[in-house]
């Protein structure tokens, strides 16, 4: 659902005390429908920022891939300087056949 939907049936249900009166005549139309435009304001603000914490838009998301390259560190390999060591070589083939005692 979207914010302004949101904003617009929380801002009927906050003022809707106010809009009633003014339905029945008990309150001016422009005292109800300035509380109304206020509180729409008022929650489509709040809302936008719940929204924003909740759901960042994908600009406001770190990129992990445009990060700079780690420093160089004596003594720590690298991705790129790994050497190869007794577990990266192959096996020997074992023996076909038994030695003769």
Excluded: C
Excluded at 24 to 48: D, K, N
Excluded at 80 to 99: G, I
């Amino acid at each position: 659902m979207s914010v302004a939907k949101l904003a617009i049936g929380g801002a009927t249900l906050v003022s809707s005390s106010a809009l009633w009166q003014a339905y029945q005549g008990s309150m001016p139309i422009e005292t109800a429908a300035t509380r109304f435009a206020i509180v729409l304001v008022v929650s489509w603000i709040a809302l936008s920022v719940v929204a924003e914490l909740v759901f960042p838009a994908q600009s406001s998301v770190p990129n992990r891939s445009a990060s700079p390259a780690t420093p160089h560190h004596p003594g720590i390999a690298h991705h790129d300087e790994v050497q190869p060591n007794d577990a990266d070589q192959p096996m020997p083939a074992p023996p076909t056949s038994m030695p003769n005692p």
